[in-house]
Structures are given as structure tokens and as C-alpha cells.
């Protein structure tokens, strides 16, 4: 079993309707703007190797995936099917709603490297979650976890909604030391500048974070 890291009352949601409810309609959306998903995409061309077998955790109808890049069995998950089966790039998929259950449906060490884009907010239970996906990974595999300021307030958890950028960067390092079995994350915080061009046509750029760790071999 994980360390816990939050209190009860940090996991929290504003809407406690069941997740399944929440997510019943698709939305065929980007959640994130054009520059924090180029960015995340070159932050997986880093990490991710050609064959390479990939679960999409949390995923939708979008993985950010490098196009150029050849990989094996890509497995992804969700909560909303018609979101999952639009994705080209998944192999596979399962709906599980993972506040209600924690295991995943999946053998252990099956996985080169396991990917949580703008989606960590929302679990109530991370620590096991995270511990699922230590489980998943192979030996020396890699969790990589990314997000900006957007969210679904009424889903995150309270804890993430009063934290700020950094602060909820330190959270995912929390969730990364409550499970052994992975090493001490890398984080990446950047805030991008708005070219004075661009500075009257719109609001500031998402700001990028992300942390990912290996597993022990």
C-alpha cells in the first residue's frame, strides 16, 4: 500500500455527482492550447522509444503522440468511449472511472511508458493510482505526468484547486514518493513568453508542467 498523502477532506470535489455522470458527453476538444501541446509532444519524443509500449492514461480523443514515431501496443483509458474510440492512435482502450476503482485492468510490467496528460487533477485516490502504474511499467519504464492551469474545477480535487502552479507541481512529487517503487521525479515548470505581436489577441499562453520518473530496475 502507498503513503497517503492528502487528508480526507483535500480529496474533495465542489461536484460529488458519480465521475460517470460528468463525463457521459464527449468533448472532441484541445484542453490546452496549440503551444503546451507542442510542448508536451517533444517532451514524449524524449522519453518514448520506437516499439515502445505506451498506456494512455486518462486519455480522450487526443494523445499528442509524435507522429513520426513507431510505437507498439498503445493502450488507452477513459471515461467516455466515443472520446477513446476516436483516437487514431490508440490500439486499444477501457472505460474505468479510476475514483471508483483503483486496480487496472492490465498485467504487470507490460509497459515501456505510461502518460497522464492535463487529467492528475481530477483523481481523488493519486497515490494509488500511481501505484497501479508502477505496477504496469517494466523495469526502468516511465510515468509521465503533464498539466497547465485548466481544469474542471468542479472535479478537481480541493487540494489541487487552492494550490497554485508550483504548489500543485509539488503535489505530483508527493504522489511519485508515496510509491517506492519509482525513483525521485524530474519536473519541468515553464510559463512561455507572449510575443509582443500576439500580446492584444488573446490571453497568456498555458503554462507548462510536467514530472516523470522511472521505475527501479
Known sequence: MPDSVLPEEERTQQDDRPDRAFYREPRLVQHVDAQFRERLTELYHQHLGAGDDVLDLMSSWVSHLP???DLGR???????????????????????DLNAKHMLP???????????????QYLQRPERVFAEVARVLRPGGVFVVSFS??????????????????GRL???EQYFAAVEDFRAPTTVSES???PPTQR???GPPDPFYAAYARTRK
Open 170 to 172: 509539488g503535489l505530483v
Open 106 to 120: 492490465l498485467e504487470e510490467a507490460t509497459f515501456d511508458a505510461v502518460l497522464c496528460a492535463v487529467s492528475v
Open 67 to 69: 507522429d513520426d514515431l
Open 200 to 202: 492584444f489577441l488573446g
Open 149 to 166: 492551469n485548466r481544469m474542471f474545477a468542479q472535479k478537481a480535487i480541493r487540494a489541487w484547486r487552492t494550490a497554485s502552479g508550483s
Open 192 to 194: 512561455p513568453l507572449v
Open 74 to 96: 498503445v493502450a488507452g483509458h477513459g471515461m467516455n468511449e466515443e472520446e477513446l474510440a476516436t483516437n487514431e492512435r490508440l490500439t486499444e482502450y477501457f472505460v474505468q
